[in-house]
């Protein structure tokens, strides 16, 4: 059964840094893309980085430039270092293996001051 469990979230200062985890199992992690997404209240949830399962990795504009997406294929594990945190970045954010469309619980980020 596929598994997504992300972690890391928090609340952190607006120009700070948050790493977050995404643990995936049930599946071969390596065969697959996978992707970063967020959701506000009360709005659609926002794709904001993948990374192929050839480590190719694209970004929204938004993101580009502060964040990196990453995955460790031997831990099943995917990441998502967060630079440069701005208010507007604040959401919960989900990770999601794409084929099939499997969805984490979400990690809530909240930037702050």
């Known amino acids: 059964q596929v598994q997504l469990v992300e972690s890391g979230g928090g609340l952190v200062q607006p120009g700070g840094s948050l790493r977050l985890s995404c643990a995936a199992s049930?599946?071969?992690?390596?065969?697959?893309?996978m992707s970063w997404h967020r959701q506000v209240p009360g709005r659609l949830r926002a794709w904001v980085a993948t990374?192929?399962?050839?480590?190719?990795?694209t970004y929204v504009d938004s993101a580009r430039g502060r964040f990196t997406i990453s995955r460790d294929n031997a831990k099943q594990m995917m990441y998502l270092q967060m630079n440069m945190l701005k208010t507007e970045d604040t959401a919960t954010y989900y990770c999601?293996?794409?084929?099939?469309?499997?969805w984490g619980q979400g990690t809530q980020v909240t930037v702050s001051s």
């Open positions: 999601r293996r794409d084929v099939g469309s499997w």
């Open positions: 049930g599946f071969p992690f390596a065969d697959f893309d």
């Open positions: 990374i192929s399962w050839r480590n190719t990795t």
